[in-house]
């Protein structure tokens, strides 16, 4: 027999569902919240802006600027050697021309003295251009005109020669300065003439050595950094001034004197720095 649901029980089932849905909690809403009421915003203010810096005023000076030499010969093309009559010169054993470069206080002067500057200079060879080119030569050819150690007590013999460089960058003070040197290549060129300048950038000066007091070879070759011996009392310093060879653990020689601050006269071209306070003449850079 099939059971039906009759329209009363149908109703009833109705009523229950209805029911059962009051039942459950309803859900919540959420609210928006209030609005702020709009305020009034403060008008823009501009950036503060800083008063020009007036630059300080130049102080007048009386004293003129350093002018630079003019040269109008100062490079020539190189000639076919072998038609050419070189003469060849020690500078600091030729000529004296300027006596104000010879005695530069460390008693390394004396033309009495072998081992020790002469005097000669650049300005030497110009004063005797005349003379060489009467003896028919047609080139010189000059000492190496860098700045050398002027003294090596370990010999004991002075730099005169141009062989123990300490600076390749600077000319040795007692021949000149750069400008010196441009003027003798100058006055070469106008005569037709030429110049060689004896390199040797392989032979330096004596800033130090391996042999001991008694003059016994103490090099090892596994540490070369054994038995170091410093040059500590050359003059005019016991290590180059050109960097980076002017780094060394040698300390600063008593005298505190430096090849770039001795006997160098200021110079607009060439730039002369020191790597401690000078001693007896002021540092001059360009």
């Not at 600091?92 to 500057?117: A, M, Q």
């Not at 090099?219 to 960097?243: H, K, L, M, W």
Request: proline fraction near 15%; charge should be negative; hydrophobic fraction near 30%.
């Amino acid at each position: 027999m099939k059971s039906r649901l009759t329209p009363f029980a149908i109703f009833l089932l109705i009523i229950l569902l209805t029911a059962s849905c009051n039942d459950q909690e309803p859900t919540p809403t959420i609210e928006p919240p209030p609005t702020a009421a709009p305020t009034e915003t403060a008008p823009e203010q501009p950036a503060p802006t800083m008063p020009p810096v007036e630059p300080p005023p130049v102080q007048p000076t009386d004293e003129p600027l350093p002018e630079l030499p003019e040269f109008d010969n100062l490079h020539v093309p190189s000639p076919n050697w072998e038609e050419q009559i070189i003469y060849f010169l020690m500078t600091d054993r030729f000529n004296d021309g300027d006596p104000g470069n010879n005695d530069l206080g460390t008693d390394e002067y004396d033309p009495d003295d072998g081992r020790k500057y002469s005097g000669g200079d650049f300005q030497g060879i110009i004063d005797q251009l005349d003379y060489i080119q009467g003896l028919g030569a047609t080139a010189i050819w000059i000492t190496p005109p860098v700045a050398n150690m002027w003294w090596d007590p370990l010999v004991p013999f002075g730099g005169y020669h141009g062989y123990w460089a300490e600076n390749f960058k600077l000319t040795d003070a007692h021949l000149g300065t750069l400008q010196d040197y441009q003027a003798l290549s100058e006055a070469l060129h106008d005569r037709g003439m030429y110049l060689i300048q004896d390199v040797v950038p392989n032979h330096m000066g004596n800033f130090f050595t391996y042999a001991d007091e008694n003059g016994v070879n103490r090099y090892q070759a596994g540490d070369p950094t054994a038995n170091v011996r410093f040059n500590e009392e050359a003059i005019p310093d016991s290590v180059p001034s050109q960097a980076p060879f002017h780094r060394t653990m040698s300390p600063i020689p008593p005298s505190g004197k430096r090849p770039s601050t001795i006997g160098h006269p200021p110079s607009p071209i060439l730039v002369m720095k020191s790597r401690s306070p000078p001693f007896n003449s002021p540092t001059w850079t360009t």
